[in-house]
């Protein structure tokens, strides 16, 4: 776990303070420059109404319809130009930036869907690789995307909350989850591009719900805007209370969330405290 919570954070150890979450919704595209300056507006506008964190979508750094040779081309390193610009971005407007890129490999052929949080100094302080990859429903992001290693989640502090995260298809998981709430995570972060289909917004919609009610935690889930996303960008509470939800637009929501609402949904339901099986590795 890294922590980065300041030593003189007045929020950092009281139970009661509401944080600022902001879900960020737009449709990335094949434009990097493009991409960066669509995330700077809405970073602005997160922070201007108050956010701490804001969280972006699965391959907000470069997106095509079609998974294929660009993407490995436009992949680059933790410590390449979209890093950078969005630790510019953190640092701007005091607020932690996280989202997903496309990171270069060993392998010619393949890159790694990563996630990454950079705080509001700039650190970068996590970094994700999607475990299960997108091969259903007639796609396969395993011909260009490597794998994620099973390992100990990386978690980061934002005032007083530890935060995880998880990519898209992941959700369908329901042990990925848990295993962050087991390595301490009371906000969990979901970047995703929940391509359209028959029956797939309800798939998300409660997916994401599922996640917060039987782990009582908060999840904040930033997905593509349409026409190939879905949308409906939400942050769930720990009682499976929609706090805030996008529909199809390019767009920000800000949801404020606490600790003491952690405390008292698990008081009354304490299935974590409850439950008679701990997640077990393959």
Request: one cysteine or more; glycine letters at 8%.
């Amino acid at each position: 776990m890294i922590d980065s919570v300041a030593a003189d954070d007045p929020t950092a150890d009281d139970p009661t303070a509401d944080i600022g979450i902001a879900v960020a919704q737009f449709r990335p595209g094949a434009d990097r420059a493009g991409n960066i300056a669509a995330m700077r507006v809405l970073t602005a506008s997160a922070a201007g109404r108050g956010a701490r964190l804001v969280v972006f979508p699965e391959y907000s750094s470069f997106f095509e319809p079609v998974l294929g040779r660009s993407f490995v081309a436009a992949a680059e390193p933790l410590d390449g130009a979209f890093v950078t610009a969005l630790a510019q971005l953190a640092g701007e407007f005091g607020i932690y930036v996280v989202a997903g890129m496309l990171e270069s490999t060993g392998d010619p052929g393949r890159f790694s869907n990563t996630l990454v949080a950079v705080d509001p100094s700039g650190m970068l302080v996590a970094t994700y690789r999607k475990l299960h990859l997108y091969d259903a429903f007639g796609d396969r992001e395993s011909d260009w995307v490597l794998p994620g290693t099973v390992q100990a989640p990386e978690t980061f502090r934002v005032d007083g909350l530890t935060v995880g995260m998880q990519t898209c298809y992941d959700i369908r998981f329901p042990e990925v989850t848990r295993r962050l709430v087991d390595a301490g995570a009371d906000l969990v972060l979901v970047p995703s591009e929940w391509v359209r289909g028959p029956l797939k917004e309800q798939h998300w919609r409660t997916l994401v719900t599922a996640r917060a009610l039987e782990n009582t935690v908060y999840v904040a889930a930033a997905d593509h805007a349409p026409p190939v996303g879905v949308g409906n960008s939400m942050v769930v509470d720990p009682m499976g209370v929609e706090l805030v939800t996008i529909g199809e637009t390019t767009d920000v929501a800000v949801a404020w969330v606490s600790r003491a609402r952690l405390e008292s949904v698990r008081a009354v339901n304490p299935a974590l405290a409850l439950r008679r099986f701990t997640v077990q590795p393959r």
